[in-house]
């Protein structure tokens, strides 16, 4: 950033302070205002900041600076001579750039302070030193370092150390490495001081007088490598270790003269990091390794996934608070064991021989039931070796644990796993103690970040067998001495730990995906890590119901707060429902232009991008959620505060406001996070604390001041005696809303007050603090008490006991805002009396540069304006031009469109000129089938008379003939002599008597009875002939009228086609005519 940019923003700069005359916040450059800070991430960076007012500048910039960073406290008596040697390196480095990698510089710290690569002069290294704790205040700094147990390397050149944002990735090591190795120019002959144990500290020596120039503690090294064999690496190693407590990673890079050598001095550092658990005083130095040792130390980390109902088993949450797995009744479940060697040779896991589990506590190997084996084999990264076994729960051997338990009440599961080792003889078995609840099926667990592992170190204790006893000789082979877990051993100590560390690996530096245990000494000088502290989601079923009630009555009128929402949110909002009762105590239920302007500001570039970047990884690093370096969690982050400085042009991005981002996430998508920020900055008054030189924010620390002078005078006395002012202490509190190094509980119900009451809540919560602390606060003198504010007093509240005291002290606290704003005017008019007193010049000079920067910011706007509107102009012009060419393409789409419109028109007119010739077509041909059917059924009727006729013929034919011959018969039975020729019947008698006087009968009466029956037959045959005629006649008519009716019917449906078929085929012969 050069002088021209925006008064009012918050960055990080180098270490130098600018001594430019600015009442705002600006980014301080070494090289000075003219020259923009391309220092991307160096180690040698620290929040830059230059306030004027009040004489206080130089506190709240060091107080500020502890928002991202708290460098360690030095000796008050030295900070003035450390002040006054930084000036002087600043004024005789006028070129250093700050984007190199830096190399050795002397320096009165006990860290190795960096200056640039292109540095002239060969740094002195005879500089005094910070005396060692525990030496004597009269020892000279040139002391020779007092025997320790370790080894001590020489031949080393120190080449420089730079700052990483990832310590431990090799690439990027390896990648510092190279550029360290090629450019550096001036180097430093030391000697390296590894120690064998984890509690020593490695140590860099002057060669020729064997003293100290710089240490580092093993606890704060994080990671070993060295350079690739056959590149020109191949002698150098480097470390990293993390710098201002934890927050900043810095690689340190030296080169053997003896390449050999590098591979001892990597087994020094692996050695050296083999961590155990903390001990008390009583508690005995661990023995150091040596590279023959015959103990290897396992990591065994057990994991508990159950079914989630959708083909998956996700990871069962651990109490904190009981450090016991929560498990659901009658569900499946998975065991997972991770396996992973930390120190020694190598030993190869070949296979798992059994994976056991039994109910209970102490469980004899016969009690242990052997789980069904799902997989095995090494990790993804190839560090551990992972075991998985499916568990059935409904087993009558496991009914115990598939049974709620009492809340009072916790169980015990034992796991073990058998595994065969390729150098050792026979199965090795790690034993795991575990506590468990068994809760309701129906139950939501609502952990999203707790720990979800058990961790136990084991010690595997292994003689070597006797080559003569080896059954094959190329393989060494060990015996099984002993082994050991860690809890068994402090407990054969007799010293307990609250906590066990994962050792680490010398040449890996990751461990198991095991998260490690927060629960640290509140003595220790380490701050407590942003992000600190689980949350759970698990709230009382009667508090969800009134939540519940509350939250359906809001949605009915959301501009109306409920009655009881106050007293509620007193007592704190539960965690399952932050997200939602926070986006409407914002007002944020419609903030649908808002989502849409974050949706276009993420792709907007930020001027503060860089600061922006620097931050988030520094940003909540004991959370889970954010600590991975380019992780969901921190692209989120960036995402939201590159929106927030693009969006609020006045402000920008200002240091701290990444805490207040990252608790938003935690409870809400980005859109939505963004909406809360927006409105806490805006409506809740946030961005005027940064503001016209932090001129209200000075006015917050006076209001704090005059509040403890009226509710606890003894402790504002006590401050004044030791010259404590509020900005020394209290800018975190007001500039993050306590978001910065407080635990999460403690930082979410501060949310909840502030969304419900105001940003006045802020003077409640100080207030308790203070209250809570005064008497600790009491017996501190000024350098005590900045050190109780950064270190003791956040641990104070990691337990949720306590912290709901101080949120139930801080509701109970009555300010009113009339004495806030009776103090707000005594506070403007002290400054109004402050600006008569002082001189006119000064105080014209001093307006004179503020205008002359906002000046160059107007110009600095207006020429972007003028770029702006250039650039607008162009687009106009170009837009009109397509416009206009669009127009043409239009106008003539148009005319062709018309003549297409005027030939469709035609179409249309010969096409109903058609349609009236087929219509008359139609017509005549319709006039012709109903004239046909008119004679058709003419003709049918004629042959229905006909038949009729015919039927009453045969009819009358048939009844004369039964007549006729009923007379016939009647004379044959008149006649005796032809009764002896026919039966009743009327049939002809067989012959069987002939009569005398049978010839004598005439042969005349014979024929003619013949000749009369002869003409009967052939009648009634002709008869029986014209019926069956007649018949046939009648089916050929009926058949006729069928066939007519159809063609009839036919004829109205399918009119239209036959006459489009005419006209087809008249058109088809008039075509061949004209052919």
């Known amino acids: 950033?050069?002088?021209?940019?925006?008064?009012?923003?918050?960055?990080?700069?180098?270490?130098?302070?600018?001594?430019?005359?600015?009442?705002?916040?600006?980014?301080?450059?070494?090289?000075?205002?003219?020259?923009?800070?391309?220092?991307?991430?160096?180690?040698?960076?620290?929040?830059?900041?230059?306030?004027?007012?009040?004489?206080?500048?130089?506190?709240?910039?060091?107080?500020?600076?502890?928002?991202?960073?708290?460098?360690?406290?030095?000796?008050?008596?030295?900070?003035?001579?450390?002040?006054?040697?930084?000036?002087?390196?600043?004024?005789?480095?006028?070129?250093?750039?700050?984007?190199?990698?830096?190399?050795?510089?002397?320096?009165?710290?006990?860290?190795?302070?960096?200056?640039?690569?292109?540095?002239?002069?060969?740094?002195?290294?005879?500089?005094?030193?910070?005396?060692?704790?525990?030496?004597?205040?009269?020892?000279?700094?040139?002391?020779?370092?007092?025997?320790?147990?370790?080894?001590?390397?020489?031949?080393?050149?120190?080449?420089?150390?730079?700052?990483?944002?990832?310590?431990?990735?090799?690439?990027?090591?390896?990648?510092?490495?190279?550029?360290?190795?090629?450019?550096?120019?001036?180097?430093?002959?030391?000697?390296?001081?590894?120690?064998?144990?984890?509690?020593?500290?490695?140590?860099?020596?002057?060669?020729?007088?064997?003293?100290?120039?710089?240490?580092?503690?093993?606890?704060?090294?994080?990671?070993?490598?060295?350079?690739?064999?056959?590149?020109?690496?191949?002698?150098?190693?480097?470390?990293?270790?993390?710098?201002?407590?934890?927050?900043?990673?810095?690689?340190?890079?030296?080169?053997?003269?003896?390449?050999?050598?590098v591979s001892r001095i990597l087994y020094s550092f692996a050695t050296a990091f083999r961590r155990s658990a903390k001990q008390t005083p009583l508690a005995a130095p661990a023995a150091p390794q040596t590279p023959d040792s015959d103990i290897f130390t396992f990591s065994v980390s057990l994991e508990i996934k159950e079914d989630d109902g959708k083909g998956y088993f996700s990871a069962v949450p651990k109490d904190k608070d009981r450090q016991c797995f929560k498990l659901r009744q009658g569900i499946d479940k998975k065991i997972v064991i991770y396996v992973q060697q930390t120190t020694n040779k190598e030993l190869a896991i070949e296979r798992c021989f059994g994976l056991l589990l039994s109910p209970g506590k102490d469980v004899q190997s016969g009690d242990m039931h052997l789980l069904d084996l799902e997989s095995m084999g090494k990790s993804s990264d190839g560090k551990s070796y992972v075991i998985t076994g499916s568990w059935n729960t409904k087993s009558p051997h496991f009914q115990i644990v598939n049974e709620e338990t009492p809340k009072d009440k916790v169980l015990f599961l034992t796991t073990a796993v058998d595994l065969v080792i390729t150098e050792v003889q026979e199965p090795v078995r790690f034993l795991l103690e575990s506590k468990v609840r068994v809760c309701p099926p129906n139950e939501r667990l609502f952990w999203p970040f707790s720990k979800r592992s058990s961790t136990e170190n084991f010690f595997l204790k292994l003689k070597q067998i006797k080559q003569k006893d080896r059954k094959n000789s190329t393989d060494t082979l060990y015996e099984v001495v002993c082994l050991e877990s860690e809890s068994e051993r402090e407990r054969r100590k007799t010293t307990a730990s609250p906590a066990l560390r994962l050792p680490q690996s010398g040449s890996q530096g990751s461990m198991i995906p095991s998260p490690p245990e927060d629960d640290e000494e509140e003595d220790n000088d380490e701050p407590l890590l942003s992000g600190s502290g689980d949350v759970s989601k698990e709230c009382a079923e009667k508090i969800l119901e009134t939540w519940g009630d509350l939250l359906s009555k809001w949605h009915l009128n959301l501009s109306v707060r409920p009655k009881t929402l106050p007293t509620l949110v007193r007592s704190g909002v539960p965690e399952a429902l932050r997200g939602e009762v926070w986006q409407l105590l914002a007002g944020c239920h419609n903030n649908d232009h808002l989502v849409e302007k974050y949706r276009i500001l993420i792709t907007k570039e930020s001027p503060q991008d860089s600061a922006i970047t620097r931050d988030i990884n520094r940003t909540f690093p004991a959370h889970d959620y954010f600590k991975d370096t380019g992780g969901d969690g921190q692209d989120s982050l960036y995402k939201i505060c590159k929106a927030y400085s693009v969006y609020d042009e006045e402000i920008g991005y200002c240091q701290g406001q990444s805490f207040l981002a990252a608790v938003l996430l935690l409870h809400m998508p980005e859109e939505q996070a963004f909406s809360v920020l927006v409105k806490i900055m805006f409506d809740y008054g946030l961005r005027e604390l940064f503001k016209q030189n932090f001129e209200d924010l000075h006015c917050k620390f006076y209001q704090l001041e005059r509040l403890m002078q009226e509710y606890i005078p003894d402790l504002y006395s006590h401050f004044l005696d030791i010259s404590l002012e509020a900005h020394m202490y209290a800018s975190q509190w007001f500039l993050?809303?306590?978001?910065?190094?407080?635990?999460?509980?403690?930082?979410?119900?501060?949310?909840?007050?502030?969304?419900?009451?105001?940003?006045?809540?802020?003077?409640?919560?100080?207030?308790?603090?203070?209250?809570?602390?005064?008497?600790?606060?009491?017996?501190?003198?000024?350098?005590?008490?900045?050190?109780?504010?950064?270190?003791?007093?956040?641990?104070?509240?990691?337990?949720?006991?306590?912290?709901?005291?101080?949120?139930?002290?801080?509701?109970?606290?009555?300010?009113?805002?009339?004495?806030?704003?009776?103090?707000?005017?005594?506070?403007?008019?002290?400054?109004?009396?402050?600006?008569?007193?002082?001189?006119?010049?000064?105080?014209?000079?001093?307006?004179?540069?503020?205008?002359?920067?906002?000046?160059?910011?107007?110009?600095?706007?207006?020429?972007?304006?003028?770029?702006?509107?250039?650039?607008?102009?162009?687009?106009?012009?170009?837009?009109?031009?397509?416009?206009?060419?669009?127009?043409?393409?239009?106008?003539?789409?148009?005319?062709?469109?018309?003549?297409?419109?005027?030939?469709?028109?035609?179409?249309?007119?010969?096409?109903?000129?058609?349609?009236?010739?087929?219509?008359?077509?139609?017509?005549?041909?319709?006039?012709?089938?109903?004239?046909?059917?008119?004679?058709?059924?003419?003709?049918?009727?004629?042959?229905?008379?006909?038949?009729?006729?015919?039927?009453?013929?045969?009819?009358?034919?048939?009844?004369?003939?039964?007549?006729?011959?009923?007379?016939?018969?009647?004379?044959?039975?008149?006649?005796?002599?032809?009764?002896?020729?026919?039966?009743?019947?009327?049939?002809?008698?067989?012959?069987?008597?002939?009569?005398?006087?049978?010839?004598?009968?005439?042969?005349?009466?014979?024929?003619?009875?013949?000749?009369?029956?002869?003409?009967?037959?052939?009648?009634?045959?002709?008869?029986?002939?014209?019926?069956?005629?007649?018949?046939?006649?009648?089916?050929?008519?009926?058949?006729?009228?069928?066939?007519?009716?159809?063609?009839?019917?036919?004829?109205?449906?399918?009119w239209f086609n036959r006459t489009l078929s005419s006209i087809k085929t008249v058109t088809g012969v008039q075509g061949k005519e004209t052919c």
């Open 736 to 1054: 993050t809303l306590f978001t910065a190094k407080f635990p999460l509980y403690m930082v979410f119900h501060i949310i909840d007050l502030l969304l419900c009451e105001g940003i006045s809540v802020i003077f409640n919560v100080a207030l308790a603090l203070l209250k809570t602390t005064k008497d600790d606060l009491l017996l501190t003198d000024f350098e005590g008490a900045l050190k109780f504010f950064r270190v003791q007093l956040p641990k104070r509240y990691r337990s949720e006991e306590n912290a709901k005291k101080l949120m139930e002290l801080a509701c109970s606290m009555k300010i009113s805002q009339k004495k806030l704003k009776k103090y707000e005017r005594e506070y403007h008019t002290m400054r109004e009396q402050q600006a008569q007193q002082e001189d006119p010049i000064e105080r014209f000079e001093r307006e004179n540069r503020r205008l002359q920067e906002a000046n160059m910011r107007l110009e600095q706007e207006n020429d972007d304006l003028a770029h702006e509107l250039v650039t607008s102009k162009i687009a106009l012009r170009k837009d009109l031009d397509n416009a206009e060419e669009k127009a043409d393409a239009l106008n003539k789409e148009l005319l062709m469109t018309k003549q297409k419109l005027i030939d469709a028109e035609d179409e249309k007119r010969r096409l109903e000129e058609e349609s009236a010739q087929l219509k008359e077509m139609c017509r005549r041909e319709l006039d012709k089938a109903e004239s046909e059917i008119k004679k058709n059924s003419s003709i049918i009727g004629d042959y229905k008379q006909i038949c009729s006729q015919l039927s009453e013929r045969l009819e009358k034919q048939q009844v004369a003939n039964k007549a006729e011959i009923e007379k016939i018969r009647q004379k044959v039975d008149d006649c005796e002599r032809c009764r002896e020729f026919f039966n009743k019947e009327g049939r002809v008698k067989a012959a069987s008597i002939v009569r005398e006087g049978s010839e004598e009968e005439t042969d005349e009466e014979k024929e003619a009875l013949k000749n009369q029956l002869r003409e009967m037959e052939l009648e009634l045959a002709q008869t029986k002939l014209q019926l069956v005629e007649a018949e046939c006649k009648i089916q050929d008519l009926e058949h006729d009228l069928g066939q007519a009716l159809n063609e009839v019917q036919a004829s109205r449906k399918t």
């Open 1 to 261: 950033m050069d002088d021209k940019a925006s008064v009012g923003k918050i960055s990080v700069s180098s270490d130098s302070v600018s001594t430019l005359n600015s009442e705002d916040f600006v980014l301080i450059s070494r090289q000075g205002d003219e020259t923009p800070s391309t220092n991307n991430g160096s180690d040698d960076e620290k929040t830059g900041l230059k306030i004027i007012g009040n004489g206080s500048e130089q506190q709240l910039r060091k107080e500020l600076e502890d928002v991202l960073m708290d460098p360690p406290v030095e000796d008050p008596s030295n900070d003035r001579e450390h002040e006054e040697e930084e000036e002087e390196e600043e004024e005789s480095s006028p070129d250093a750039e700050g984007d190199e990698p830096v190399l050795l510089e002397a320096s009165a710290s006990s860290t190795i302070n960096p200056v640039s690569v292109s540095g002239p002069q060969k740094p002195d290294m005879s500089l005094p030193v910070k005396p060692a704790q525990g030496d004597s205040e009269d020892s000279s700094p040139f002391t020779p370092v007092a025997d320790e147990d370790s080894v001590v390397f020489s031949k080393l050149t120190y080449l420089g150390c730079a700052s990483v944002n990832a310590p431990r990735s090799e690439v990027e090591a390896l990648k510092m490495m190279a550029i360290l190795r090629s450019q550096c120019q001036i180097s430093v002959d030391v000697t390296l001081s590894v120690p064998n144990v984890s509690e020593g500290t490695v140590r860099l020596l002057d060669p020729p007088t064997n003293t100290e120039i710089a240490n580092y503690p093993i606890y704060k090294i994080l990671f070993c490598v060295r350079g690739h064999d056959g590149t020109p690496e191949s002698d150098c190693f480097a470390f990293t270790e993390s710098h201002y407590n934890s927050e900043l990673f810095r690689i340190h890079v030296f080169r053997c003269e003896i390449q050999e050598a």
